[in-house]
Structure formats: structure tokens, C-alpha cells
């Protein structure tokens, strides 16, 4: 990884599925340490272009680099294995398994790329392996205050509390880099505030790089170093939230909808 390269960056990005045109010659680039978030109305390409950051989708044209490396043709796996890590839109855990185990899924791909067990080698053995794994989960799930419900059914849980558990998965991965698709949709008052502070707290505390699809416009100024909007698939505006707020395109494409949008609701959770 180039240190001197932003952490994330697209190229001049385009999307077509068939006639639909998702994303046309969008650029940006994500800082390293930077809370990125991306706004614009429904349809207008937001998770499309996370889907071409975590390698879901291959954009039609234009490039996507990771620190610097060109990542555009490489699988999903292997860009988790850079630091990639992700939760979705609509909630992707195991319904039927407890959160603890939930939580474990995000770490077997540590274990497999050979980074704790490389550590544990070093540090002697077996049972040392075992046990920093086990130290490092328990510290997610301290830090996501999900203590009580460790050994719940995931599928059990509140919405918002499965949201919270997503997130705790991704964050096992250790990614250097974690895409959020809205993670407050269909959340009460008190479940977004949380989950801003978590979010803040990973970034300021853990170091991580945030890369974050968010319709709640308050949560998205609040927390946000800099923010980009699409726009039927364009980049309309870019820049600190206050300037971007400012802007009179913004204003026209995005803001006139702003009571519509922020009255998103969450999804049903899908085992
Ligand atoms: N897999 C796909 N196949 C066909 N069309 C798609 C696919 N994924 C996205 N699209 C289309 O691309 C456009 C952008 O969709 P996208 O899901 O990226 O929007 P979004 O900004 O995330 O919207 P929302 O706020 O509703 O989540 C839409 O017209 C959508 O229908
Ligand atoms: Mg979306």
C-alpha cells in the first residue's frame, strides 16, 4: 500500500446494467482517517458505487485503487483480505446463529489469511492463538455494547440492535477501510445516536477510514469530514458539508426531497 495515496479512490467510474445507466464518470477520493459519506436521492447510484468499491459490481469503465493499488478487476474476497470490510443495506446475518457466532463468521477469513496465526506462532502455540482471538471479539463486543445479548439468536433481536451486531462482524474483519450502506435506516432516535458514536468512535479510536451511505442528512453533517452527492448516477457536488449544504444544484436535486428521504424505513432482517 502507498502511503502517499489517498486510501480509497475512484476513477472516473460508470455503470451500466443493460439500459440503466447507474453511475456515469463518478470520481472521488477517500483520505485516509477521512468519514466519507455519500447522499443523494433513491436510485441515484449510492450503493451501486459502494457495490464497486467491495468488488460486488464491475464498473463498465474507470477504475477503483486501493492505497494506491488498482483493485478494479479483483474479487470480493480478495479485497477483504486488502481491509475491505462492509455491512449492507439490508441486513445480511445468520438468523438462526447466536451473535457470538455471527461475530466468529467475520473472523474466520483472519484465520485462513493467516494473520492471527501468524501472530501465534510467534507468541507460542495453539492456546494463545485461542485465546487472542477470543480477547479481540470480546473487545468488539464490549466496544458495541452488545455484552448481553452475546449469546442471544441474532434473528431475535431488535432491529437496531441487529444493525449493531452487523456492524460488530465487519469491524472483526480488522478492515482499514469499512463501507457502511445506511447504517441507521429504519432506526429510533436513540439507536442513531449510538450507532453515530460507534461510528465515530471506530474512526477516532480504531483508526478505521469510513465510507458511509446515509439518508439521515443530520447524522450525515454531524459526523461527516466530507461528503459527495450523486445524482441520477452523477456526481453533482463534493466538498465539507457545510459547502456541499450550500450548493445550489444540491439544493435543487436533493434538498427539495429531503422530507421524503429521511423518512426511510428499515428493512425486515433476511436469515
Ligand atoms: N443489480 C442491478 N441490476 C439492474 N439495475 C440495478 C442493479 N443495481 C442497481 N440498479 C439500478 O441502478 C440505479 C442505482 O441504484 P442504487 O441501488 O445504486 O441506488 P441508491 O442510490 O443506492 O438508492 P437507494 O437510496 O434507494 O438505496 C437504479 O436505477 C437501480 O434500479
Ligand atoms: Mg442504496
Not at 480509497?8 to 464518470?25: C, K, N, P, Y
Not at 477469513?109 to 485461542?130: D, I
Request: aromatic residues 6%; glycine residues 10%; proline residues 3%.
Amino acid at each position: 500500500m502507498d502511503a502517499e495515496a489517498p486510501m480509497l479512490a475512484a476513477d472516473r467510474v460508470s455503470l451500466r446494467f443493460g439500459g440503466v445507466r447507474a453511475l456515469t464518470d463518478v470520481s472521488f477520493d477517500v483520505g485516509r482517517g477521512e468519514i466519507f459519506s455519500i447522499i443523494g436521492p433513491n436510485g441515484a447510484g449510492k450503493t451501486s458505487m459502494v457495490n464497486c468499491v467491495s468488488g460486488r459490481y464491475r464498473p463498465t469503465e474507470g477504475r477503483i485503487l486501493f492505497g494506491g493499488q488498482d483493485i478494479t478487476r479483483i474479487g470480493t474476497s480478495r479485497r477483504a483480505a486488502l481491509g475491505i470490510g462492509r455491512t449492507f443495506q439490508n441486513l445480511a446475518l445468520f438468523g438462526h446463529m447466536t451473535v457470538l457466532d455471527n461475530i466468529m463468521v467475520g473472523r474466520h477469513h483472519l484465520l485462513r489469511s493467516g494473520f492471527l496465526r501468524g501472530m501465534a506462532y510467534w507468541l507460542g502455540g495453539a492456546q494463545r492463538e485461542e485465546l487472542a482471538h477470543r480477547r479481540e471479539v470480546e473487545e468488539i463486543i464490549d466496544f458495541l455494547e452488545i455484552q448481553h445479548v452475546r449469546k442471544a439468536i441474532a434473528g431475535t433481536l431488535s432491529y437496531g440492535l441487529r444493525k449493531r451486531v452487523e456492524l460488530a462482524r465487519a469491524v472483526a474483519l480488522k478492515p482499514k477501510l469499512i463501507l457502511l450502506d445506511e447504517p441507521m435506516a429504519g432506526m429510533n432516535l436513540e439507536e442513531k445516536e449510538d450507532m453515530a458514536r460507534f461510528i465515530v468512535d471506530l474512526n477516532e479510536e480504531w483508526g478505521m477510514t469510513v465510507l458511509m451511505i446515509e439518508h439521515d442528512m443530520g447524522v450525515v453533517m454531524d459526523i461527516s469530514h466530507r461528503v459527495m452527492v450523486l445524482d441520477f448516477g452523477r456526481r453533482i457536488a463534493a466538498g465539507a458539508p457545510e459547502e456541499v449544504l450550500a450548493d445550489e444544484h444540491v439544493k435543487r436535486a436533493y434538498l427539495g426531497e429531503a422530507d421524503e428521504v429521511v423518512q426511510d424505513q428499515g428493512e425486515p432482517a433476511t436469515a
